[in-house]
């Protein structure tokens, strides 16, 4: 079978957002299927880069959004250029200005025909954001009605809080929706990666809940066979994304150090997030952040801390990611600092750590500076979860629903 997966960003993208379709084509290949992709050319690709995906057939588009329009505007004109296509331009165009596949409708379909012509395509596996991908994809599944045709999303698509949705205008988000409908029907199966957001489309697209699939996120085993364990765990850590709107409870965790300094606190965060609020002596030097390092030795530092101290903002509540499989696996407990959501019963349920409401962070947190955390992992089952088994599962599905 040949499977073609369209992911906008993939290797040697650090970006987030091509790291499932990445490890999945791995699988998919290992399975003795066989495998190209069509992804966005990075300005400083090397074919070395991709040794690791070796068989894997790499079809690279040019990026044509420009980087300017995603936030990272630095010279003058490319800020006049920014308030221009967002204040102006934005206004006459039906389409999200800030979905960087906007330009890619002809030169996508035209590879998938170039592709389908040397190889026809079995399977066709989407993914978005970019959102206007699945929608493109969708045209290219009317001319070619056997082709299986998969819709994966990442984030929340209409209902989410990423890629300007929130602020449109009505006209401008009614286009949204019919690019969703469109997708979801055309598509053969919608897949998403945490059940919320398959809550939400089973009780929106209730004349389709037969296409609906969770797909969860995975994680590797074998990148954590090296870790070593020592004793005692000593502070807390984070590695990611630091999520914007946390302002108020990181003020407050510098209240709690500073009121608590004969104490053993220590938080090391590792990111690439740009956080002006944390300066090299806030909170006594007891939070300090650094640069993004080697998985291998962040996880190293992981599995030697006392806890993995989490904070998301209330959008975040049930963002349920891979690095949580990966922690768990690890055995490290986890400190959650949210709202009520997907992830405080991921951690409750499963008794993997900790959660505790921002209202409650400052009567809370203290107890567990010095104190013991409990975690049982025996009570889940993460093995499920490894990227082997779940494309396992997935290819289950396939062959039941489409042989």
């Known amino acids: 079978m040949h499977f073609v997966i369209v992911s906008y960003t993939f290797p040697p993208s650090k970006e987030i957002g091509g790291r499932r379709w990445a490890k999945f084509s791995k699988e998919l290949r290992n399975a003795g299927l066989q495998v190209s992709v069509i992804c966005s050319k990075e300005n400083d690709y090397k074919e070395s880069d991709l040794e690791e995906y070796a068989g894997i057939t790499i079809n690279h588009l040019p990026k044509y959004y420009p980087v300017w329009l995603e936030g990272h505007a630095k010279t003058l004109f490319e800020k006049i250029a920014y308030k221009l296509c967002v204040s102006v331009l934005s206004k006459f165009i039906k389409n999200n200005i800030f979905d960087r596949g906007v330009a890619w409708k002809k030169p996508l379909i035209a590879t998938l025909n170039?592709?389908?012509?040397?190889?026809?395509?079995?399977?066709?596996?989407?993914?978005?954001?970019?959102?206007?991908?699945?929608?493109?994809?969708?045209?290219?599944?009317?001319?070619?009605?056997?082709?299986?045709?998969?819709?994966?999303?990442?984030?929340?698509?209409?209902?989410?809080?990423?890629?300007?949705?929130?602020?449109?205008?009505?006209?401008?988000?009614?286009?949204?929706?019919?690019?969703?409908?469109?997708?979801?029907?055309?598509?053969?199966?919608?897949?998403?990666?945490?059940?919320?957001?398959?809550?939400?489309?089973?009780?929106?697209?209730?004349?389709?809940?037969?296409?609906?699939?969770?797909?969860?996120?995975?994680?590797?085993?074998?990148?954590?066979?090296?870790?070593?364990?020592?004793?005692?765990?000593?502070?807390?850590?984070?590695?990611?994304?630091?999520?914007?709107?946390?302002?108020?409870?990181?003020k407050d965790l510098e209240v709690i150090v500073n009121q608590n300094l004969d104490t053993t606190f220590n938080w090391e965060i590792y990111t690439s997030t740009e956080y002006p609020l944390i300066s090299s002596w806030f909170a006594n030097g007891r939070i300090k952040v650094y640069g993004l390092i080697p998985e291998t030795e962040l996880f190293q530092k992981i599995a030697n801390a006392k806890a993995y101290l989490a904070f998301f903002p209330p959008s975040d509540k049930d963002l349920i990611s891979t690095k949580f499989f990966e922690i768990v696996y690890i055995g490290t407990p986890i400190i959650y600092v949210g709202e009520e959501g997907e992830v405080a019963r991921f951690i409750r349920e499963n008794k993997l750590g900790v959660h505790i409401l921002p209202k409650n962070l400052m009567d809370e947190l203290p107890k567990y500076i010095d104190g013991e955390i409990t975690v049982e992992n025996n009570s889940f089952d993460v093995t499920k979860y490894s990227f082997t088994n779940v494309t396992k599962e997935f290819l289950k599905i396939l062959q039941h629903k489409f042989n």
């Open 114 to 250: 170039k592709i389908n012509k040397s190889k026809p395509i079995d399977v066709l596996i989407v993914s978005g954001a970019p959102f206007s991908l699945l929608y493109y994809a969708s045209k290219f599944k009317l001319e070619n009605k056997n082709v299986v045709y998969i819709a994966d999303i990442r984030d929340p698509w209409t209902w989410g809080n990423l890629f300007g949705i929130p602020n449109m205008s009505a006209q401008k988000k009614q286009f949204q929706e019919y690019m969703e409908l469109t997708a979801i029907k055309t598509c053969d199966m919608f897949v998403y990666p945490t059940k919320n957001m398959g809550d939400f489309l089973l009780q929106k697209y209730k004349d389709y809940t037969d296409k609906f699939y969770l797909l969860p996120h995975a994680y590797e085993p074998d990148k954590f066979k090296n870790i070593v364990k020592t004793n005692p765990k000593k502070g807390f850590i984070y590695g990611g994304t630091l999520y914007s709107a946390i302002d108020d409870y990181i």
